[in-house]
């Protein structure tokens, strides 16, 4: 089987360099199409270039967040969801194209571009018959959290926060048939939701049950992609550079 990959991806100093580490993961998994879309009125020359360049097979779209939902830079990165509307473009091009075109067995993966994925990650993923799901580390203020799983089912979760939910598990966690896709043609992601609901109501629109869920990485025992997130270059010199030297660094540098 496929794996089409769904990344949502915004502007923003780190961008590339989060952008070219995953491209590195990427490329040495077989059958993998990448869906990227931009948080962005326009297709940028950053992310253009850098696909046109990457090796990858790839579908390159973009929506922007409207104002009223995009997490401004003073908001805690907590407060608004991110992705939203870019998850669900990724969604609506991957039904029409396998409407389309008949797609083989494939599965769809919702990948951020920052989070860290070991290569087994996709192979465990890559045979999924309804929903699978596995731990992820660095997440939920915890070590890890995880699928509970007694006796090869999940029957439950292992999270601190809102345990309660549905599927209480970040969006790295789990991966989707693309064939459930085709037959709940209008389940999404919704911006409609508290924090934290995304990943349920998705699962809850696809008519998932905690016992469909097939558990992966031995029975949710290993580790296989991590919730990093890059930190935040501070331009602390760009103008202490300015006073010294007349300028600052060359805006037309692509970092
Ligand atoms: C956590 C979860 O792991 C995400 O799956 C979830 O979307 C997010 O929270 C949320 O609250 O909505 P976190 O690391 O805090 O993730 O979020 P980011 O990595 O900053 O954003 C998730 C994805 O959305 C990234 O691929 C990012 O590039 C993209 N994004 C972020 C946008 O498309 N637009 C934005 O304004 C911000
Ligand atoms: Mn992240």
């Not at 390159?60 to 992705?83: A, C, F, Q």
């Not at 473009?89 to 951020?112: C, H, I, N, S």
């Not at 580390?137 to 345990?163: A, C, D, M, N």
């Not at 890059?230 to 300015?242: R, S």
């Amino acid at each position: 089987p496929m794996i089409y990959l769904i990344t949502p991806t915004h502007s923003r100093l780190e961008q590339k360099a989060d952008l070219v580490r995953l491209s590195y993961t990427l490329l040495h998994v077989y059958n993998i199409h990448w869906i990227i879309i931009e948080d962005s009125d326009i297709k940028t020359p950053v992310v253009s270039n850098f696909l046109k360049t990457s090796g990858l097979n790839y579908t390159h779209r973009n929506v922007k967040t409207p104002p009223e939902v995009k997490l401004t830079d003073t908001d805690p990165n907590w407060l608004k969801p991110r992705g939203v509307l870019q998850r669900n473009a990724g969604l609506q091009w991957l039904r029409e194209t396998a409407l389309k075109k008949k797609l083989e067995p494939a599965v769809v993966y919702f990948a951020d571009d920052d989070n860290t994925y070991s290569m087994q990650l996709f192979e465990e993923m890559r045979y999924t018959r309804k929903v699978s799901v596995w731990p992820v580390g660095l997440v939920g203020g915890l070590r890890y959290e995880s699928p509970i799983v007694v006796r090869g089912t999940v029957t439950g979760w292992f999270t601190y926060w809102k345990p309660q939910r549905p599927f209480a598990m970040d969006m790295a966690g789990f991966a989707v048939n693309v064939r459930l896709l085709l037959q709940h043609p209008n389940a999404q992601f919704t911006n409609a939701v508290q924090r934290g609901y995304q990943e349920s109501t998705l699962l809850s629109g696809l008519g998932v049950m905690l016992s469909d869920l097939e558990p992966k990485a031995n029975g949710c025992s290993k580790i296989l992609v991590w919730h990093t997130r890059t930190e935040k270059t501070k331009l602390k010199n760009e103008d202490k550079m300015k006073q010294k030297l007349g300028r600052g660094s060359d805006l037309n540098m692509e970092v």
